[in-house]
């Protein structure tokens, strides 16, 4: 099956007209996208769009073959221009299945007015694509995960956890983000957030084989994410797994009886995190890292740190050279070493506190020295090691 995106735009394109915003004015060139539409085996052609014509024309394809045209953006009552030569648009009845020329098309019933629609074709193909902002309605799909799924991945992230956790959507489906919108970060940060949620986009004009396999997005196994205070790293954390369903959120800061400032910021990190996450309090990381299962988030190394040398008398110079310090290194390796090995998909947060004042203390100059180099120490295990900025990510490896 060949699939034809002459869109990949939200239904107002990308940039929208007279809009200033940082994402709109960067939209020149291959990033510009009118709005989504699929044509697929030159036959059958998913929702009709402005500049139609011109959109396949910029593609290499024309549309004198298309016998079918189905939409699947909500029915607002106005009937859509139907430029020559193509025939008049339709649905598929919600739930059912109609064989249209080659392709076998069902109605995919979805969580906001309009429809979804699974194709497949003689070969065995198959694809999965859903309207502007939608996410599916049901957990009923067949076993074996689709070659090709075309959703709003950054607009519904949780849509994709629910494909994924139904089997929908498994390694080796091939996800493409279209419906883009100009609440998409600017420039090669959309790339770059797609590709650590295991999609890709393209652009407008591209033609795909349903059944080829992206070698361009290959989720990280291990990833540790830097950055001060304040600096957007636990979001960026938590964005790089809200695609994934049952991940466990490991929580090295522990309860604090009597503080209701630190009972507020917990509670800010619980409500932004999707409800399918669990939450772990521990600060054992290592059977956790040894075990398999599903994702895990941890946050933070920097607070794990602080309750080991707690635990080691770390603080205490006496106590430090005494005892404390081998210690710490020892659990520090059997860190390190249950990183490198573990086969869970995992990402780790940690502060980054080299950059500012020197601690006017031994004890604190003690820990800032130890988390730097216990950073270094999972970075250098890591495939992928972030720094984040004022919001910003800039990748270090």
């Known amino acids: 099956m060949e699939l034809t995106l002459l869109g990949t735009g939200a239904p107002l394109g990308l940039p929208r007209p007279g809009c200033p915003c940082a994402a709109c004015a960067t939209a ?3 990033a510009a996208r009118a709005a989504t539409a699929l044509l697929v085996d030159g036959t059958l052609l998913f929702d009709l769009t402005p500049g139609l014509g011109v959109a ?7 549309l004198d073959r298309v016998g079918h045209v189905l939409l699947s953006h909500r029915d607002d009552g106005s009937p859509p221009r139907v430029p020559a030569p193509l025939p008049t648009p339709g ?6 299945e109609h064989l249209l020329g080659d392709h076998r098309v069902r109605a995919v019933p979805v969580d906001v007015p309009g429809t979804g629609y699974e194709v497949a074709d003689p ?20 076993q074996l995960p689709y070659d090709t799924v075309l959703l709003d991945v950054l607009g519904r ?11 929908a959507v498994d390694g080796s489906t091939h996800v493409l983000a279209v419906h883009l919108d100009h609440t998409v970060p600017p420039g090669p940060e959309t790339h770059r957030r797609l590709a650590s949620l295991g999609a890709r986009t393209v652009p407008d004009g591209t033609t795909v084989l349903v059944r080829e396999r ?16 304040r600096s957007g790293k636990s979001r960026e954390a938590e964005r790089r797994l809200a695609a994934f369903p049952g991940v466990v959120y490991v929580a090295t800061g522990g309860a604090r009886e009597g503080d209701p400032e630190w009972a507020r910021r917990v509670a800010v990190h619980r409500e932004r995190r999707p409800s399918s996450w669990r939450t772990v309090e521990t600060c054992d990381l290592e059977p956790l890292l040894a075990e398999p299962g599903p994702p895990l988030l941890v946050d933070c190394l920097s607070l794990w740190l602080t309750a080991v040398m707690d635990a080691y008398q770390g603080w205490d110079e006496e106590a430090w050279q005494r005892a404390g310090e081998a210690l710490l290194r020892e659990r520090v390796e059997a860190l390190r070493a249950a ?16 950059s500012g004042v020197v601690p006017a203390t031994p004890s604190g100059r003690r820990f800032r020295d130890e988390l730097g180099r216990l950073n ?11 720094l984040t900025v004022a919001g910003q990510v800039i990748r270090l490896r």
């Open 28 to 30: 020149t060139g291959s």
């Open 56 to 62: 396949a024309a910029r593609a290499g394809r024309n």
């Open 91 to 96: 649905r598929v009845p919600e739930g059912r």
């Open 123 to 142: 070969e065995g193909a198959r694809l999965l694509y859903l309207p502007p902002g939608a996410g599916p309605a049901t957990t009923e799909y067949p």
């Open 157 to 167: 992230q949780d849509a994709l956890a629910g494909l994924r956790r139904t089997g």
């Open 214 to 229: 992206s070698r361009d997005v290959r989720v990280p196994r291990r990833t540790l994410v830097l950055g001060g205070a």
């Open 339 to 354: 990183w490198r090995t573990t086969g869970r998909t995992v990402v780790a947060v940690s502060n980054e506190v080299g």
């Open 376 to 386: 270094a120490a999972l970075a250098e295990e890591s495939e992928e090691v972030l």
